[in-house]
T-cell receptor, first 116, second 116 residues
Framework: AQKVTQAQTEISVVEKEDVTLDCVYE???????LFWYKQPPSGELVFLIR??????QNEISGRYSWNFQKSTSSFNFTITASQVVDSAVYFC?????????????FGKGTKLSVKP | GAGVSQSPRYKVAKRGQDVALRCDPI?????LFWYQQALGQGPEFLTY????????KSGLPSDRFFAERPEGSVSTLKIQRTQQEDSAVYLC??????????????FGDGTRLSIL
């Protein structure tokens, strides 16, 4: 069965600290896609990144970086030099291939609070 | 508009009333999804449309929930005889193509439904 686990419910850091949000997934498919979304207090889910199961290259975008490891079924997200504006709930999500329409399976989210 | 638009933003209804939630996806997006997000949880899939065809409604919690997208653009999620457990944020998302497993879904701000 497909499942996404975000074990960290809440994380609190002080501005400029680095923080890593963990994501572990379960799937039987060999082709799948992993996503991270940010949900600020306004409620809208903002797309951050997509990764397919065949691309294990890590990615960096500004202060954000993602570490995808198939061997441990993990897709972790690191924010470097965190800022107050990074405060939000972050969701990791899985979408399977195999002809499905691609509905997302979300983890329960990690609430990140960045204090000045 | 450029993004997914949902209305109303907030809806309060008495138990037993019917409600209708509207989603206006990004123009030209083929795929449309509805998700339900309970407080403190990740979004959970309700139903999926490819153009006007409802291809998957496996996530609808009961037969009180009904969704349509008659012309392949705007979609309405209707809940009949609402109950308190229906209180949640209802999120609509769209993506450009089908199958959309590898496409990022673009979310609206959601409708926060409160059943008294």
């Amino acid at each position: 069965a497909q499942k996404v686990t975000q074990a960290q419910t809440e994380i609190s850091v002080v501005e400029k600290e680095d923080v890593t949000l963990d994501c572990v997934y379960e799937t039987r498919d060999t082709t799948y896609y992993l996503f991270w979304y940010k949900q600020p207090p306004s409620g809208e889910l903002v797309f951050l990144i997509r990764r397919n199961s065949f691309d294990e290259q890590n990615e960096i975008s500004g202060r954000y970086s993602w570490n995808f490891q198939k061997s441990t079924s993990s897709f972790n997200f690191t924010i470097t030099a965190s800022q107050v504006v990074d405060s939000a709930v972050y969701f990791c999500a899985l979408s399977e291939d195999g002809g499905s329409q691609g509905n997302l399976i979300f983890g329960k989210g990690t609430k990140l609070s960045v204090k000045p | 508009g450029a993004g997914v638009s949902q209305s109303p933003r907030y809806k309060v209804a008495k138990r037993g009333q019917d409600v209708a939630l509207r989603c206006d996806p990004i123009s030209g997006h083929v795929s449309l999804f509805w998700y339900q997000q309970a407080l403190g949880q990740g979004p959970e899939f309700l139903t999926y449309f490819q153009n006007e065809a409802q291809l998957d409604k496996s996530g609808l919690p009961s037969d009180r929930f009904f969704a349509e997208r008659p012309e392949g653009s705007v979609s309405t999620l209707k809940i009949q005889r609402t109950q308190q457990e229906d209180s949640a944020v209802y999120l609509c998302a769209s993506s450009l193509v089908w199958p959309s497993g590898n496409q990022p879904q673009h979310f609206g701000d959601g409708t926060r439904l409160s059943i008294l």
